[in-house]
C-alpha cells in the first residue's frame, strides 16, 4: 500500500511491536493492542512556513504528517473548520479568551470525518470491498459518505435512539444500515456477531480504534487549532468524549508537533462526558489506568451515550499527560450550555453543549486562569441534534 515517506510503521500502545500497515489492517496483530502510526520527522521538512504555503483543502493540508500521501486520500474536504470566539462565554468563565472549534462544518456535519478519510483510504488500500462499523450514529453517516466516495459498500450498527438525520443520511449516501433495538451496546453486539459470520469474512472493520486510523485523523484538529491561533498552542481544549477520538487524537497531535519542531506546548487535554454515562471521569476519579464498563447509561446526549470506550485508557493518558481533568456534566446543564453558546450565535450541539457546562465545572472549580484560551470543541453540528435543543427549551416552557 501507498504510504508517505515519513511513515515508520504501526506501533502498539501495548506490546510496542511496530508492524508494515499492509500487514495489520486492524489490531495489533501479537497481542490485540490498538496501533497508532509512527513517524520519522526527519524524513520531511514540514515547518510553520512551509505550511503556510498549503492550500486550504481539508486534512491533506498536513499529508507529510499522515499516513497517506495527499493524492491517494479519500477526501471531500473535511477539516479546516472554523474557530469561533466566544467573548460573552468568556466573561461568564472568567478566562482570557474561549473558541469554540467547530467541527459541525465538516462534510457529514461531525468530527468523524477526519477519521473517516483516512480510516476509509486504508480500507481501500487493502483491498476492501465493503467496510463496517457499529455507531451511537454520527459516525454511521460519514463512514456512509466516504465509503460513497471511494466506490466501497458500508453498513452500519446503530441503535433505534440514533438520530433520524444520522440514520436517514446514511441511507441517502448509499450506505446499509442495520437498526438494531435498544441502545449502542446492543449495536455493538449485533456487529460483532456479523464480522464472525462466514458470510461476511471479507468486510473491513472501521469500529472505533479496531481501525488505525479514526482516532490518527482526528489529530488533525489540533494541528488547525494551533495554526488558527498563529502557532500559539491554547491553555486547555474540552473534548465531549465518547469512545475518545478526539481526545486522543488531541494527545497524538500534541506529540507530533513537538516532535516536528513546530510547537514546544501541549494544551491541557480535558475530557467531558454526560454525568450518567462517565466511564472515563469515574476511572479518572478512581486512579485507575482503563475504563470499566458503565452499568446503566441513561443521558439524553445519545452521540456520547458510550458505556464501554475503545479508547478509555488512552483517553486517561492523554488528561493525566497534559494536567487536563475528567469532568462530568448533567444533561440540564449541557444542554443550557449549548443554548447559551447557541445565544451567542455559534450552533453547538447538545454533544458540544457537554463540554462547555464542563468547563464551566473547571472555572468554577478554580482549574480554569484568568488569562487561559480556551478551546471547546463542538464535535457535531448544532442543527443535527435540533430535536434535544428545542425540547430543552420546551420544558422552560419557552
Ligand atoms: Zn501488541
Given at each position: 500500500m501507498e504510504t508517505t515517506t515519513s511513515l515508520d510503521g504501526l506501533a502498539c500502545v501495548d506490546c510496542d511491536a511496530v508492524h508494515d500497515p499492509a500487514d495489520a489492517p486492524r489490531r495489533c496483530p501479537d497481542c490485540g493492542g490498538i496501533l497508532r502510526p509512527t513517524y520519522d520527522h526527519g524524513a520531511v521538512d514540514v515547518t510553520r512556513e512551509s505550511l503556510a504555503s498549503e492550500r486550504f483543502d481539508g486534512v491533506a493540508r498536513f499529508a507529510d504528517l499522515l499516513p497517506f500521501p495527499a493524492d491517494s486520500l479519500v477526501t471531500?474536504?473535511?477539516?479546516?473548520t472554523p474557530l469561533v470566539p466566544c467573548p460573552a462565554f468568556a466573561d461568564e468563565l472568567g478566562v482570557g479568551a474561549v473558541y469554540v472549534?467547530?467541527?459541525?462544518?465538516n462534510p457529514t456535519g461531525t468530527t468523524a470525518d477526519r477519521g473517516a478519510a483516512l480510516a476509509v483510504t486504508a480500507a481501500r488500500e487493502h483491498g476492501a470491498e465493503k467496510v463496517a462499523l457499529p455507531t451511537t450514529g454520527d459516525a454511521g453517516q460519514s463512514v456512509a459518505a466516504y465509503a460513497a466516495r471511494a466506490g466501497l459498500d458500508s453498513e452500519a450498527f446503530v441503535p433505534t435512539r440514533s438520530t433520524f438525520v444520522a440514520k436517514a443520511m446514511t441511507n441517502v449516501h448509499g450506505g446499509d444500515m442495520s437498526v438494531v433495538e435498544g441502545r449502542y451496546p446492543d449495536a455493538v453486539e449485533a456487529f460483532e456477531s456479523a464480522m464472525a459470520d462466514d458470510d461476511n469474512a471479507d468486510w473491513h472493520s472501521l469500529a472505533p480504534f479496531d481501525t488505525p486510523y479514526r482516532h490518527e485523523g482526528a489529530k488533525t484538529l489540533l494541528f488547525e487549532v494551533v495554526e488558527q491561533l498563529d502557532w500559539e498552542v491554547p491553555d486547555a481544549v474540552v473534548h465531549p468524549t465518547g469512545h475518545g477520538h478526539g481526545v486522543v487524537g488531541s494527545h497524538i497531535a500534541a506529540e507530533q508537533l513537538r516532535e516536528s519542531g513546530l510547537a514546544e506546548e501541549a494544551p491541557a487535554l480535558h475530557v467531558a462526558q454526560p454525568e450518567d454515562c462517565a466511564p472515563v471521569v469515574a476511572a479518572d476519579d478512581a486512579g485507575e489506568d482503563d475504563t470499566e464498563v458503565w452499568e446503566r447509561p441513561d443521558t439524553l446526549v445519545g452521540a456520547l451515550e458510550v458505556d464501554d470506550p475503545e479508547g478509555g485508557a488512552l483517553a486517561l493518558d492523554a488528561v493525566r499527560d497534559t494536567g487536563g481533568w475528567a469532568v462530568g456534566a448533567s444533561d440540564d446543564d449541557a444542554l443550557e450550555a449549548a443554548v447559551t453558546l447557541n445565544a451567542e450565535g455559534v450552533e453547538v450541539s447538545a454533544t458540544g453543549g457537554v463540554g462547555a457546562a464542563a468547563a464551566q465545572e473547571l472555572a468554577e472549580g478554580g482549574h480554569l486562569g484568568s488569562d487561559d484560551v480556551v478551546v471547546l470543541v463542538n464535535p457535531v453540528a448544532g442543527n443535527k441534534e435540533n430535536d434535544v435543543l428545542r425540547s430543552h427549551l420546551m420544558r422552560k416552557g419557552i
Amino acid at each position: 500500500m501507498e504510504t508517505t515517506t515519513s511513515l515508520d510503521g504501526l506501533a502498539c500502545v501495548d506490546c510496542d511491536a511496530v508492524h508494515d500497515p499492509a500487514d495489520a489492517p486492524r489490531r495489533c496483530p501479537d497481542c490485540g493492542g490498538i496501533l497508532r502510526p509512527t513517524y520519522d520527522h526527519g524524513a520531511v521538512d514540514v515547518t510553520r512556513e512551509s505550511l503556510a504555503s498549503e492550500r486550504f483543502d481539508g486534512v491533506a493540508r498536513f499529508a507529510d504528517l499522515l499516513p497517506f500521501p495527499a493524492d491517494s486520500l479519500v477526501t471531500l474536504d473535511e477539516g479546516t473548520t472554523p474557530l469561533v470566539p466566544c467573548p460573552a462565554f468568556a466573561d461568564e468563565l472568567g478566562v482570557g479568551a474561549v473558541y469554540v472549534k467547530d467541527e459541525g462544518a465538516n462534510p457529514t456535519g461531525t468530527t468523524a470525518d477526519r477519521g473517516a478519510a483516512l480510516a476509509v483510504t486504508a480500507a481501500r488500500e487493502h483491498g476492501a470491498e465493503k467496510v463496517a462499523l457499529p455507531t451511537t450514529g454520527d459516525a454511521g453517516q460519514s463512514v456512509a459518505a466516504y465509503a460513497a466516495r471511494a466506490g466501497l459498500d458500508s453498513e452500519a450498527f446503530v441503535p433505534t435512539r440514533s438520530t433520524f438525520v444520522a440514520k436517514a443520511m446514511t441511507n441517502v449516501h448509499g450506505g446499509d444500515m442495520s437498526v438494531v433495538e435498544g441502545r449502542y451496546p446492543d449495536a455493538v453486539e449485533a456487529f460483532e456477531s456479523a464480522m464472525a459470520d462466514d458470510d461476511n469474512a471479507d468486510w473491513h472493520s472501521l469500529a472505533p480504534f479496531d481501525t488505525p486510523y479514526r482516532h490518527e485523523g482526528a489529530k488533525t484538529l489540533l494541528f488547525e487549532v494551533v495554526e488558527q491561533l498563529d502557532w500559539e498552542v491554547p491553555d486547555a481544549v474540552v473534548h465531549p468524549t465518547g469512545h475518545g477520538h478526539g481526545v486522543v487524537g488531541s494527545h497524538i497531535a500534541a506529540e507530533q508537533l513537538r516532535e516536528s519542531g513546530l510547537a514546544e506546548e501541549a494544551p491541557a487535554l480535558h475530557v467531558a462526558q454526560p454525568e450518567d454515562c462517565a466511564p472515563v471521569v469515574a476511572a479518572d476519579d478512581a486512579g485507575e489506568d482503563d475504563t470499566e464498563v458503565w452499568e446503566r447509561p441513561d443521558t439524553l446526549v445519545g452521540a456520547l451515550e458510550v458505556d464501554d470506550p475503545e479508547g478509555g485508557a488512552l483517553a486517561l493518558d492523554a488528561v493525566r499527560d497534559t494536567g487536563g481533568w475528567a469532568v462530568g456534566a448533567s444533561d440540564d446543564d449541557a444542554l443550557e450550555a449549548a443554548v447559551t453558546l447557541n445565544a451567542e450565535g455559534v450552533e453547538v450541539s447538545a454533544t458540544g453543549g457537554v463540554g462547555a457546562a464542563a468547563a464551566q465545572e473547571l472555572a468554577e472549580g478554580g482549574h480554569l486562569g484568568s488569562d487561559d484560551v480556551v478551546v471547546l470543541v463542538n464535535p457535531v453540528a448544532g442543527n443535527k441534534e435540533n430535536d434535544v435543543l428545542r425540547s430543552h427549551l420546551m420544558r422552560k416552557g419557552i
